[in-house]
């Protein structure tokens, strides 16, 4: 059984007062998941279009089991307003693309889907409803961690990718369907209005603590930590050469700026103000919950910058850290309980 519920209509007015409803070729959908990493890029993104001249009106289907007193979806009503807001169960497999087109009650032009992680239930629904639609774009938020990574690095796009990944399976049946298909692939996310922090909240955990960071060896090892508004300015590109997206279909989605594991450590010791203790590890003996893989695992964006002139990352780690420091301490960072027996494991002590 398909539930949903639609908790806010607004009708977004153009000059002359109509309605941006009654106009086409200009109806943007984004399909929002209920959180997680991705869980902030559809308010991210809602916030880039506004301003797009292509898009004359937004509408989010967000999934209903978000947390509506939490970021970002909190602030849609203050910080997007004239968007339109739809909820219903994105996880029900039952859902059909009849379902998804009498709950929206209107056809879209472009769709960016970051909910869905395969072709079944509001997957495939999306996937039939944009082709029903004739939509003139579905862009898609994948992942990075579909790659298998050889020795090459960054990973391009022609990187193998896990055939079984259910991402990898949307991404199959979107193209088969006919589709004007665009995929993104991006990899950790971090933004101000997020809900998942796992990734730098790692090393604040222990410097605050005096604790020493176990990472794995040799600790030059680069990550893409990418501003979720430098996300939803890739995801938005697309709309600068629509005939270039749907040709090369496939782009990584990161920053251009990376750090490598020691130096993401240094520059939050300087923002906490404490001592920095690195003690490299044999990764054969363990993880230690560390957040990034083992060895090397980062992508470029230089082809959204080549064929949809994209401008790069506007945002800084180094400078991000400021703020992100003072929100690790509003949430109670300082003072959660951690147990760092894992990490006392696997380094011996």
């Given at each position: 059984?398909?539930?949903?519920?639609?908790?806010?209509?607004?009708?977004?007015?153009?000059?002359?007062?109509?309605?941006?409803?009654?106009?086409?070729?200009?109806?943007?959908?984004?399909?929002?998941?209920?959180g997680g990493g991705h869980g902030e890029l559809g308010f991210q993104l809602a916030k880039n279009l506004q301003s797009n001249p292509k898009i004359t009106s937004i509408t989010i289907l967000q999934d209903s089991a978000c947390n509506d007193a939490k970021e970002p979806?909190?602030?849609?009503?203050?910080?997007?307003?004239?968007?339109?807001?739809i909820k219903a169960d994105l996880a029900d497999e039952s859902m059909t693309a009849a379902d998804m087109q009498s709950l929206l009650k209107q056809p879209f032009d472009y769709v960016w889907d970051n909910s869905s992680k395969g072709a079944v239930g509001?997957?495939?629904?999306?996937?039939?409803?944009?082709?029903?639609?004739?939509?003139?774009?579905?862009t898609y938020v994948s992942s990075a961690g579909i790659y298998q990574p050889n020795d090459v690095f960054p990973m391009p796009e022609t990187t193998p990718i896990k055939e079984s990944a259910g991402q990898v399976q949307y991404e199959k049946y979107a193209i088969e369907s006919g589709l004007p298909f665009v995929s993104f692939r991006p990899q950790y996310i971090y933004g101000e209005k997020s809900n998942k922090w796992d990734y730098i909240d790692w090393y604040f955990d222990r410097l605050v603590r005096g604790e020493t960071l176990p990472i794995p060896a040799p600790g030059t090892q680069k990550v893409s930590l990418t501003n979720s508004a430098d996300v939803a300015s890739l995801l938005a590109s697309v709309l600068n050469d629509e005939a270039a997206a749907v040709e090369q279909t496939f782009f990584n989605c990161g920053t251009d700026e990376l750090c490598d594991y020691d130096e993401v450590a240094k520059l939050c010791?300087?923002?906490?103000?404490?001592?920095?203790?690195?003690?490299?590890?044999?990764?054969?003996?363990?993880?230690?919950?560390?957040?990034?893989?083992?060895?090397d695992f980062y992508v470029s964006p230089d082809l959204a910058k080549s064929k949809l002139g994209w401008e790069g990352a506007k945002n800084s780690l180094k400078d991000d850290l400021k703020w992100y420091f003072e929100s690790y301490k509003a949430r109670g960072g300082m003072t959660k309980d951690i147990s760092f027996d894992q990490d006392k494991e696997v380094l011996g002590a």
């Amino acid at each position: 059984m398909v539930s949903f519920q639609k908790v806010i209509v607004v009708l977004p007015l153009i000059a002359g007062g109509a309605s941006a409803f009654s106009l086409s070729m200009s109806s943007a959908l984004i399909v929002q998941n209920k959180g997680g990493g991705h869980g902030e890029l559809g308010f991210q993104l809602a916030k880039n279009l506004q301003s797009n001249p292509k898009i004359t009106s937004i509408t989010i289907l967000q999934d209903s089991a978000c947390n509506d007193a939490k970021e970002p979806f909190v602030s849609y009503a203050s910080d997007i307003p004239n968007v339109n807001i739809i909820k219903a169960d994105l996880a029900d497999e039952s859902m059909t693309a009849a379902d998804m087109q009498s709950l929206l009650k209107q056809p879209f032009d472009y769709v960016w889907d970051n909910s869905s992680k395969g072709a079944v239930g509001a997957g495939k629904a999306v996937i039939d409803s944009a082709k029903e639609w004739n939509s003139k774009l579905l862009t898609y938020v994948s992942s990075a961690g579909i790659y298998q990574p050889n020795d090459v690095f960054p990973m391009p796009e022609t990187t193998p990718i896990k055939e079984s990944a259910g991402q990898v399976q949307y991404e199959k049946y979107a193209i088969e369907s006919g589709l004007p298909f665009v995929s993104f692939r991006p990899q950790y996310i971090y933004g101000e209005k997020s809900n998942k922090w796992d990734y730098i909240d790692w090393y604040f955990d222990r410097l605050v603590r005096g604790e020493t960071l176990p990472i794995p060896a040799p600790g030059t090892q680069k990550v893409s930590l990418t501003n979720s508004a430098d996300v939803a300015s890739l995801l938005a590109s697309v709309l600068n050469d629509e005939a270039a997206a749907v040709e090369q279909t496939f782009f990584n989605c990161g920053t251009d700026e990376l750090c490598d594991y020691d130096e993401v450590a240094k520059l939050c010791a300087e923002v906490a103000g404490t001592e920095l203790n690195i003690q490299h590890y044999d990764v054969s003996l363990g993880k230690a919950k560390f957040p990034f893989r083992m060895t090397d695992f980062y992508v470029s964006p230089d082809l959204a910058k080549s064929k949809l002139g994209w401008e790069g990352a506007k945002n800084s780690l180094k400078d991000d850290l400021k703020w992100y420091f003072e929100s690790y301490k509003a949430r109670g960072g300082m003072t959660k309980d951690i147990s760092f027996d894992q990490d006392k494991e696997v380094l011996g002590a």
